[in-house]
């Protein structure tokens, strides 16, 4: 049985701040300059890249016209609205794109909108989380506090989670915020594109992908992704100003790159070591913080599937 996930001190030495890192860890401001640097011409290929990723799979099923086809593209339509949000969250932090009216622009209508985000509302949300995670303020303290549990409690969520009961939930916030004043105006946004995408399923011939293909995955799988992505950024860890007691650290491999953490998110401890390196330059900061001594081999989790072991084993 484990009964806690906080890595040991032994484990954590104190050896910052070094030449490149402050004793936060975070680069000092002339290498930090050069890693905050965007790429804005990759980054809209990336972008148009994730909604390739979305469509082409429910493309594909209809032209093969097959049940497994059509298994598979809503299996890889729930991951998309990982790739999606993923870069909703980096237009969050504004590091998607250097002009902040692109960023925001392109943040909201083509990521966040498509995928039930409110943007705005989630930036606030996710800056607080930044400011003291899992502290008394922390948005998202629901999701990972009370790890480990026993592995009953995990299936329960998961099932909860992959059989539209975290997604009806979460659908029927949106409906609310159409009957409140205050929260109509955005919750309009976000139904005004998924009608745009529903009209145009529709116009393509096949008015039942919406509801299918994209809302049914968005409330099944995307939550289940979602639910073990996040335990495993922060499940069960404390508050603390030493981020390596907030955020695991987790090795990457290609198969949990594509479905879980993909554009960098899986180097998680160096993202919230600073939040305002862009995505692409996380695994050098990660990089610099191993060589530094200051992440070692005794935080790191061998893989996703050994930390979710972990946090099953209360």
């Not at 609205?81 to 083509?110: C, M, Q, T, Y």
């Not at 989670?161 to 979460?170: E, I, Q, R, T």
């Not at 479905?259 to 862009?278: C, E, K, M, Q, R």
């Not at 990660?286 to 992440?295: F, N, R």
Request: proline share 7%.
């Amino acid at each position: 049985m484990t009964t806690t996930m906080v890595p040991d001190r032994a484990v954590l030495p104190e050896v910052l701040p070094t030449d490149r890192l402050t004793a936060a860890g975070r680069p000092v401001p002339a290498w930090r300059e050069e890693l905050r640097r965007i790429p804005d011409a990759r980054n809209a290929v990336t972008v148009v890249g994730a909604y390739v990723q979305a469509f082409a799979p429910m493309a594909a099923a209809v032209v093969i016209d097959r049940w497994w086809a059509y298994a598979a593209a809503f299996v890889l339509t729930g991951r998309a609205f990982v790739l999606l949000s993923i870069l909703g969250h980096e237009a969050a932090h504004r590091l998607l794109f250097s002009r902040k009216r692109p960023n925001d622009l392109i943040g909201r209508w083509l990521l966040a909108y498509p995928a039930f985000v409110p943007f705005d509302v989630y930036r606030r949300a996710h800056m607080a989380h930044h400011r003291d995670e899992l502290g008394p303020n922390e948005p998202d303290r629901g999701l990972y506090a009370g790890y480990p549990v026993s592995r009953a409690s995990l299936g329960r969520k998961l099932t909860r989670d992959a059989l539209f009961v975290s997604g009806w939930k979460n659908l029927k916030v949106l409906l609310k915020a159409l009957t409140k004043r205050g929260s109509r105006p955005l919750a309009l946004r976000i139904v005004a594109v998924q009608v745009v995408l529903g009209v145009a399923m529709g116009l393509a011939g096949h008015w039942w992908l919406y509801p299918v293909l994209w809302l049914a995955p968005w409330m099944t799988v995307w939550r289940v992704l979602n639910r073990l992505r996040g335990i495993a950024e922060h499940g069960g860890m404390q508050r603390s100003d030493d981020k390596r007691l907030t955020t695991h650290v987790v090795r990457q491999r290609p198969l949990a790159r594509f479905w879980l953490v993909p554009y960098n998110t899986g180097w998680h401890l160096a993202h919230h070591v600073d939040s305002g390196i862009p995505f692409r330059r996380l695994p050098q900061l990660h990089q610099e913080l191993v060589s530094a001594g200051w992440v070692t081999p005794g935080l790191e989790h061998p893989s996703y599937l050994a930390l979710w072991r972990a946090l099953a084993a209360g």
